[in-house]
């Protein structure tokens, strides 16, 4: 079964993935920040029994817990998403649960009781949502959430309380970046309740031309709301980004570095991780003005995760030096673009 960044969605020219995060609390116990390292556990524990239930058997959840995990195999979460950087940090009383296909994790005691996490290929906020929604329902009856009727959903930090959801896009805008137009609408952005971030959310540098636009208001406001108004901006984003697109597919310099980019990634012997994102992008931005083909977003979407740092690691099943990850990444790389001819 294929994992979410293996496939192409909708919008895949522009949009790599949707994901739709949701805090939650167990009413019964307190925030995480007063809870020591025995309640912690309880909490995981709480959560273990209510995933092992008839309901969530489909799912098929695996259990990671911090403590016994190994700083790759955590790091190899985050690089595909399935965790935020901040579970990695400090306090080892965590645990995630992966759903089989990859779509769906549970973060236990990152910042609340449950961060759950639904990821789709492509622009597809609507079924995103809809899925965290069938499973938050299924985890509310069985383990009561901290809710108040005129506040919503209680949360730790009060920035989360509410709809509690974080829906974000995760976009690629090579030629918005290239027009010097991301200061512009990052600016725009925050004025429509929004933020855009990098490749891995807050604090984190849009590597490979990548960016993240996801909602800062969850008091006052609807989930179907908050979703629309994202789509909505998304959508004009993708325009954007579309028509600066075919202005660079005249440029002849573009061109060139698309052309130059094939051949590296072909024929390269060490690669590291910083030059292959620059180089990748190109290689996307190169299939969707029609400078290349041989290659799809799928594979794309596949070999830009699976070339990260620690997937090189945990795939090799042992320790790598920064130059034995270079020397295997350029190996998939240039297997995978084997098949791609320059038009």
């Known amino acids: 079964m294929n994992k979410w960044y293996e496939k192409a969605g909708n919008y895949s020219d522009v949009v790599i993935s949707t994901r739709i995060r949701l805090a939650r609390n167990i009413s019964k116990y307190p925030f995480p920040c007063r809870l ?4 912690k556990k309880e909490v995981i524990n709480e959560i273990y029994r209510a995933l092992s239930r008839p309901e969530f058997k489909d799912y098929n959840f695996s259990c990671i817990n911090a403590w016994e995990a190994s700083l790759a195999e955590i790091r190899s979460l985050i690089e595909r998403h399935l965790v935020s950087p901040e579970f990695a940090k400090a306090d080892k009383n965590k645990a995630a649960f992966i759903s089989q296909n990859g779509d769906i994790s549970i973060m ?10 639904v990821m789709k290929e492509g622009l597809d906020l609507e079924e995103t949502y809809n899925e965290a929604d069938k499973m938050d329902t299924k985890l509310d009856k069985v383990l009561l959430f ?4 005129q506040l919503g959903y209680l949360t730790q930090c009060p920035t989360n309380l509410g709809t509690g959801m974080r829906a974000s896009v995760m976009l690629h805008l090579p030629a918005l970046r290239r027009c010097e137009m991301i200061e512009k609408i990052s600016s725009s952005l925050i004025k429509l309740g929004l933020t855009m971030r990098g490749l891995y959310g807050e604090g984190s540098e849009p590597k490979g031309d990548i960016y993240q636009i996801s909602n800062q208001v969850t008091l006052g406001i609807s989930e179907k709301t908050a979703l629309k108004n994202l789509n909505d901006i998304t959508l004009q984003i993708i325009s954007q980004e579309r028509n600066c697109r075919k202005e660079l597919a005249k440029d002849i310099q573009t061109i060139d570095a698309i052309c130059r980019s094939v051949g590296i990634l072909k024929t390269a012997k060490l690669l590291n991780n910083e030059d292959f994102m620059r180089l990748i992008s190109n290689i996307r931005l190169g299939l969707s003005i029609g400078v290349i083909k041989g290659i799809s977003y799928d594979t794309i979407n596949e070999v830009t995760i699976n070339a ?3 997937m090189l690691i945990k795939a090799a099943n042992s320790e790598l030096s920064p130059l034995q990850r270079d020397k295997k990444r350029a190996s998939l790389i240039n297997e995978k673009m084997s098949t791609v001819e320059v038009l």
């Open 36 to 39: 020591n390292s025995n309640t």
């Open 108 to 117: 236990v005691n990152e910042e609340d009781h449950i961060r759950l996490q």
């Open 146 to 149: 901290a809710f108040n009727e």
């Open 308 to 310: 990260q740092p620690f």
